[in-house]
């Protein structure tokens, strides 16, 4: 049976997962197993596409910790962490992948900092051989350019992998915004943090379903969502471009009254047009990005649904609407 006070809530997003929560379960079972403190184990169904729902059925028979999430779609991993975060009962919550590449071992040592005192514990890798040279490299510069254009950094090299308490996860639930950026969100409610230095594993088993595109992607979401920044660096472009362009007019028009017209040149007037126009596109597009976010904040949808909670045994639609 279902635990009905654990003190640890293990919130695990999962899509298309099924070749690794199996091994997923096995380790992280025999790890919350060696502690003093009861435990629940949520395993949010992401919409997945493969047996992922059927397996994590398959395992509650041999794991009664696992409390299932199942999602009416895929709504993303932010949004199914959220949900996660939502119904956990814990005195701590602990998000983790299923993918293994964040080590459960490392709880034992996130429960002794909580222990001391701390509410929040954050995992930080201190070795990414595991990724790609292009993943290295961009991680890196995007950590660098948010933390220098947002009001609030985000830890380099750490990522959802981390223990919080249950007042951490009361301030989160006060933000109400739909399009979330969970690292983001973290780091803005702040609290007394220790750091937990690890290496990152490879994947167990199962490939990622994060591609380049989607990594793009959630780099401007970050961005986006914790600083006007790219608004005002365009500001900055426009007024310059516009002053370089008082200065060569003025220029025009002092060399045509002293040396007469000269002969039209196509080539350079139409170098001009086609950098001015570039970059008035790149301007309207950076705006579009903040409006779009405005026009979907303003729809009030909700993060996610629950189609299926295995602790109250319903199948009945769940929403959250802040």
């Not at 690292?183 to 591609?211: D, H, L, M, P, Q």
Request: hydrophobic fraction near 40%; glycine fraction near 6%.
């Amino acid at each position: 049976m279902i635990v009905t006070n654990p003190i640890i809530s293990i919130v695990c997003p999962c899509y298309n997962e099924e070749q690794v929560v199996g091994l997923f379960m096995e380790r992280i079972s025999a790890v919350l197993s060696s502690t003093n403190y009861e435990y629940e184990i949520i395993l949010i169904n992401d919409g997945s596409k493969d047996r992922t729902l059927e397996t994590i059925k398959n395992l509650q028979t041999q794991y009664p910790a696992i409390r299932l999430i199942n999602l009416s779609r895929n709504f993303g991993k932010e949004a199914a962490l959220t949900a996660g975060i939502d119904v956990a009962r814990g005195e701590v919550l602990i998000p983790i992948d299923a993918d293994l590449q964040d080590p459960p071992e490392l709880i034992h040592d996130f429960l002794r900092e909580w222990e001391k005192g701390f509410d929040v514990v954050v995992a930080k890798r201190v070795d990414r051989s595991t990724d790609s040279w292009a993943k290295k490299l961009t991680a890196e510069l995007f950590y660098k350019f948010h933390n220098a254009v947002a009001q609030v950094e985000i830890p380099e090299n750490v990522g959802d992998f981390r223990l919080i308490n249950r007042r951490v996860v009361k301030a989160i639930q006060l933000l109400p915004e739909n399009q979330r950026f969970m690292k983001g969100i973290f780091s803005w409610v702040g609290f007394k943090t220790s750091v937990v230095e690890y290496k990152r594993e490879a994947r167990e088993a199962g490939e990622t379903s994060f591609n380049g595109w989607k990594l793009w992607n959630f780099a401007l979401d970050g961005i986006t969502s914790f600083s006007t920044a790219p608004l005002r660096i365009w500001l900055y472009i426009g007024s310059f471009i516009s002053a370089l362009a008082f200065v060569y007019g003025s220029f025009t028009v002092v060399k045509t009254l002293i040396y007469g017209i000269d002969a039209p040149g196509y080539a350079s007037l139409i170098t001009v047009m086609l950098f001015l126009g570039g970059v008035q596109l790149i301007g309207i597009g950076v705006m579009g990005e903040y409006i779009g976010r405005l026009y979907m904040e303003s729809k009030r949808r909700p993060t996610y649904i629950i189609e299926e909670d295995s602790l109250t045994s319903t199948s009945e639609p769940k929403d959250r609407v802040e």
